[in-house]
Each structure stands twice: as structure tokens, then as C-alpha cells.
């Protein structure tokens, strides 16, 4: 366990000291994801635009969803999927970090575990705008700026370090088991419809509701609402907030002590 925890570390430490790194190289990935595109970078605001526009229409214009606890449908469903799309855009991206570069695994003195921080980063300059838009969309339905908003930095530390640990697991695994890339993919898509992101939980009967509490994206997902809709803090959901950290910190640790010891072989495999 102490090699464990010495390997979480390290692992820590390098991003510290490679920060500077960390941030340029993040810059070149977000840019060149759409490079090739006459539009360039601004697709990747165009489309979370797009998106948003599309679930307002067909929820609050053709479906005209009734509120949640006296809530506009479209606040209340924009709260849940903001996070999830961050969660699942970092996780996904990042599996497939080392093998998409393997020119750069093969150069020893090159930081390999820098590459799953990078993607999340990357997904993170659009969560932000993500972020920019739920404020914009609560000030258009007459909602103001409150303190409980504040919690949202919280949340967003607490989905990279599960995002971290997560990536770190899955993208050393995938160099050797490329079936873990699909697999994760599957994984997430059967999260999306099992975390509250649609529907409320109040709908699942009560003795049900503790199982699917379970799911860390839950946390997440009810951490946003309870930072714009219901005005909670998260130390008030105490047991919760233990179990996900405990969660998370476990991970994290699974997560860098695997990736230390297949990080030298990694370079053989690619």
C-alpha cells in the first residue's frame, strides 16, 4: 500500500514540476482537433451551442416538459448533462492517449503520464464554456448569481481527480488490451442512462435509490443542482461526499500504480 500511495505521488509531482509542458501541449491538442476544419477552434463552441439549443427546443417547445420540484425542465436537465458530457468526453479521450501518441512513449525522457492529463484538459476548455452557458441560460430564465454557485470549482476538481485516476488506469491498460477502449465506451453509455440526468431520482422506488447512489457520476451530476437549483452545500450530504472521495482516492491510487508498472513496457507493445 505504500508503494501504492508513493506511486500517486510521484505521479503528482511530475505534474507539478511539468506544468508548463502540461499547459502547451494542451493548447496544441485543443487545436488540433480541429485544425483541419475551415472553422477551426470555434467548433468547438459552436457545437455545445448547437447542442443546448436543440434540447431547449425539444424539451421546452415540442415536449413542453413539465418542471422538476417547480424548476424549468430545460435548467434542471442542462445541470446534469453539463457534467456528464466533461466526465465522459475526459474518460473517453484519454483512454486512447498513449497509443495516439506513440512517437512521443518512445522518447525516454518524455513524461507518458502527462498525455491522459492533457485530453482532460482539453475537455475541460470546453466544460468551461459549458459552465458560461448554464450561467448565461439561469440569468435568462430570472435566475441570479448566488453563492452556492461558488461549489461548482468544487465539483470540477472532484470530476478531474476522478477523471485522473480513471485514465490513468484505462489508458495503460489499452496499450496491451485494445478491447478496453470499446469496453469503456460501453461502460459509459450504460452510465448515461443510469445516472439522474433525465430523470429524477425520486422516480426510482425508495428502496432502489441507494444502489444508484452509488454510481460517482451521481455525486456529480447532484453536486451541479444542488450548486444552481437547490441551494446545498456538499458537506451537508456528508455520507455521500465520504464515499466518493473514498471512491475517487482509491482509484486514483489503482489507477497511478498501474500505470507505473506498464509504463516501461509500453514503448515494447507500441
Same mark, same amino acid.
Given at each position: 500500500?505504500?508503494?501504492?500511495?508513493?506511486?500517486? /505521488?510521484?505521479?503528482?509531482?511530475?505534474?507539478?514540476?511539468?506544468?508548463?509542458?502540461?499547459?502547451?501541449?494542451?493548447?496544441?491538442?485543443?487545436?488540433?482537433?480541429?485544425?483541419?476544419?475551415?472553422?477551426?477552434? /470555434?467548433?468547438?463552441?459552436?457545437?455545445?451551442?448547437?447542442?443546448?439549443?436543440?434540447?431547449?427546443?425539444?424539451?421546452?417547445?415540442?415536449?413542453?416538459? %413539465?418542471?422538476?420540484?417547480?424548476?424549468?425542465?430545460? !435548467?434542471?436537465?442542462? &445541470?446534469?448533462?453539463?457534467?456528464?458530457?466533461? !466526465? @465522459?468526453?475526459?474518460?473517453?479521450?484519454?483512454?486512447?492517449?498513449?497509443?495516439?501518441?506513440?512517437?512521443?512513449?518512445?522518447?525516454?525522457?518524455?513524461?507518458?503520464?502527462?498525455?491522459?492529463?492533457?485530453?482532460? %484538459?482539453?475537455?475541460?476548455?470546453?466544460?468551461?464554456?459549458?459552465?458560461?452557458?448554464?450561467?448565461? %441560460?439561469?440569468?435568462?430564465?430570472?435566475?441570479?448569481?448566488?453563492?452556492?454557485?461558488?461549489?461548482?470549482?468544487?465539483?470540477?476538481?472532484?470530476?478531474? &481527480?476522478?477523471?485522473?485516476?480513471?485514465?490513468? !488506469?484505462?489508458?495503460?491498460?489499452?496499450?496491451?488490451?485494445?478491447?478496453?477502449?470499446?469496453?469503456?465506451? %460501453?461502460?459509459?453509455?450504460?452510465?448515461?442512462?443510469?445516472?439522474?440526468?433525465?430523470?429524477?431520482?425520486?422516480?426510482?422506488?425508495?428502496?432502489?435509490?441507494?444502489?444508484?447512489? /452509488?454510481?460517482?457520476?451521481?455525486?456529480?451530476?447532484?453536486?451541479?443542482?444542488? @450548486?444552481?437549483?437547490?441551494?446545498?452545500?456538499?458537506?451537508?450530504?456528508?455520507?455521500?461526499?465520504?464515499?466518493?472521495?473514498?471512491?475517487?482516492?482509491?482509484?486514483?491510487?489503482?489507477?497511478?500504480? &498501474?500505470?507505473?508498472?506498464?509504463?516501461?513496457?509500453?514503448?515494447?507493445?507500441?
Amino acid at each position: 500500500m505504500i508503494k501504492i500511495f508513493k506511486s500517486l /505521488l510521484g505521479l503528482i509531482r511530475d505534474i507539478i514540476v511539468n506544468r508548463n509542458l502540461l499547459w502547451q501541449m494542451t493548447r496544441r491538442d485543443f487545436k488540433q482537433r480541429y485544425v483541419s476544419s475551415y472553422l477551426g477552434i /470555434l467548433w468547438a463552441f459552436i457545437q455545445p451551442t448547437v447542442t443546448v439549443f436543440i434540447f431547449w427546443f425539444v424539451f421546452q417547445i415540442g415536449f413542453k416538459s %413539465m418542471p422538476v420540484n417547480n424548476f424549468p425542465f430545460i !435548467l434542471w436537465l442542462v &445541470c446534469g448533462m453539463f457534467p456528464w458530457f466533461f !466526465l @465522459s468526453e475526459s474518460i473517453q479521450s484519454a483512454t486512447y492517449s498513449i497509443i495516439e501518441s506513440s512517437f512521443l512513449v518512445k522518447k525516454i525522457v518524455f513524461r507518458v503520464e502527462l498525455l491522459p492529463i492533457v485530453k482532460i %484538459m482539453s475537455a475541460l476548455v470546453v466544460h468551461i464554456f459549458f459552465i458560461i452557458v448554464l450561467f448565461a %441560460m439561469f440569468a435568462a430564465y430570472g435566475y441570479s448569481i448566488s453563492i452556492y454557485n461558488l461549489q461548482i470549482i468544487y465539483y470540477l476538481f472532484a470530476m478531474i &481527480c476522478l477523471s485522473l485516476g480513471i485514465s490513468w !488506469l484505462t489508458s495503460s491498460l489499452t496499450v496491451f488490451l485494445r478491447d478496453v477502449g470499446q469496453f469503456i465506451a %460501453m461502460i459509459l453509455q450504460f452510465g448515461f442512462w443510469g445516472t439522474p440526468i433525465f430523470w429524477n431520482l425520486n422516480m426510482i422506488p425508495a428502496q432502489f435509490q441507494f444502489f444508484l447512489k /452509488l454510481n460517482p457520476a451521481y455525486y456529480l451530476v447532484e453536486g451541479y443542482r444542488q @450548486s444552481f437549483i437547490y441551494k446545498e452545500w456538499f458537506w451537508e450530504h456528508l455520507h455521500l461526499t465520504i464515499y466518493f472521495w473514498l471512491l475517487t482516492a482509491a482509484v486514483m491510487i489503482v489507477g497511478a500504480w &498501474c500505470f507505473k508498472k506498464l509504463r516501461p513496457h509500453f514503448a515494447d507493445v507500441l
